[in-house]
């Protein structure tokens, strides 16, 4: 079962602050596009990579193991997406960006598949790119979105129906 | 698409995996962006949509939420100050020459940051509530949409203001390689020119600093 309200990891010493910049430096790209899956808006979505930053170096002395910090990041990001209403508010009310779907140079994705993934939830979106895209498990995804696994099967079976009928 | 065919779960995932390989690249992409060299007029005239980290963290750490209301002698503030002073506007001559930004201290250590403070001193021909846009060695980094709140008219005309960037924000960029957002190098080592632009892309203000490691 998922433990949405806690970031740490207790089973070993925590990694040095520093480290934990050079981690967020690493999966940088896949922060700022899982804010991006979650908000469908850029300019939020790196409004929300910022905090993501800032709060895991508040919590470095939490992340035990670098070989969890995706995990743990995403975790992060999820919990300052989602966790707090009025941020949830303000991206369910943003989306779809449909002006933004289709000027952001993705040619090379079909509008429908697009259009489809955006029209989801962010929850099952974020759900798909956690473990469709990323490999999560889905207890990973679960404790990364702060759901039960359940839901997140929910999620995922939703999603990928929806990606399935507009492939078809 | 075409109704008669049921994409098998591998086509399905496939084109998942596709779809955020393209969120991936355009992330990695926005992230490795350098901020927009200045010096151009149209700086300020960026959509918002692609304004980088880089002014996120530059807006909010630096200016909205940091700036201290500067005391000195015969200082006001904000809009008052500006119809408050009207005469003594008109009294004295315009000054265009930039204004220096101040650093206390000029050698910003990532090691062992203190709280930094800037002065900004702004010529009596910058107007109250014109958009100014702040650069670090030519990349674009925000707006500071809320200086015209802090910003104190002084009685020469000119405009100044004293802020703070707590320690604690310094070392979160640090950490970060010294590179704030969108690539602008605020604390990478070395020396580095802040400046102040005017709408017309007019330098107002500058200054410069050193980081070190």
Not at chain 2, 28 to 36: C, D, I, N
Not at chain 2, 132 to 141: A, E, M, Q
């Amino acid at each position: 079962m998922a433990k949405p309200d806690t970031l740490a990891d207790d089973s070993a010493p925590a990694v040095a602050t520093l480290d934990v910049g050079a981690l967020v430096v690493q999966h940088g790209a896949f922060l700022l596009a899982l804010a991006h899956t979650i908000t469908r808006n850029w300019s939020d979505a790196e409004d929300l990579y910022q905090s993501t930053v800032e709060a895991a170096l508040r919590n470095a002395g939490q992340l035990r193991h670098p070989d969890s910090a995706r995990a743990w990041l995403a975790r992060i990001e999820t919990r300052e997406a989602f966790r707090l209403g009025r941020r949830l508010k303000r991206f369910v009310s943003l989306e779809p960006h449909v002006g933004e779907l289709l000027d952001d140079g993705n040619m090379g994705t079909s509008i429908d598949l697009q259009g489809a993934i955006a029209s989801l939830p962010p929850k099952t979106r974020a759900a798909l790119l956690l473990h469709v895209y990323c490999g999560f498990s889905v207890d990973e995804t679960a404790a990364a979105l702060g759901v039960s696994a359940n839901t997140v099967k929910t999620q995922l079976r939703k999603g990928l129906a929806r990606v399935r009928e507009v492939i078809a | 698409m075409n109704g008669d065919h049921v994409p098998s779960d591998e086509e399905t995932v496939e084109a998942i995996r596709g779809y955020f390989d393209q969120e991936i690249d355009e992330a990695r992409s926005r992230l490795a962006m350098p901020r927009r060299p200045v010096r151009e007029p149209a700086a300020h005239a960026l959509p918002k949509r692609v304004a980088s980290l880089a002014g996120i963290l530059i807006v909010l750490a630096l200016l909205a939420a940091a700036w201290r209301i500067s005391s000195l002698p015969g200082g006001t503030v904000g809009p008052a100050a500006a119809e408050s002073t009207a005469s003594s506007e008109a009294a004295a001559s315009v000054q265009s020459e930039p204004g220096p930004i101040t650093f206390s201290p000029s050698t910003i250590s990532c090691s062992n940051p203190p709280d930094w403070t800037l002065t900004v001193r702004l010529p009596s021909s910058v107007q109250y509530g014109q958009t100014l846009t702040v650069t670090v060695d030519g990349y674009w980094t925000g707006e500071p949409d809320g200086a015209w709140d802090y910003l104190v008219r002084q009685s020469d005309g000119s405009w100044s203001a004293t802020f703070t960037i707590d320690a604690a924000s310094i070392r979160t960029s640090c950490a970060l390689g010294g590179v704030i957002g969108g690539g602008v190098p605020m604390y990478v080592p070395g020396t580095h020119d802040m400046r102040v632009l005017d709408p017309s892309g007019r330098v107002v203000a500058e200054g410069t600093y050193t980081a070190v490691p």
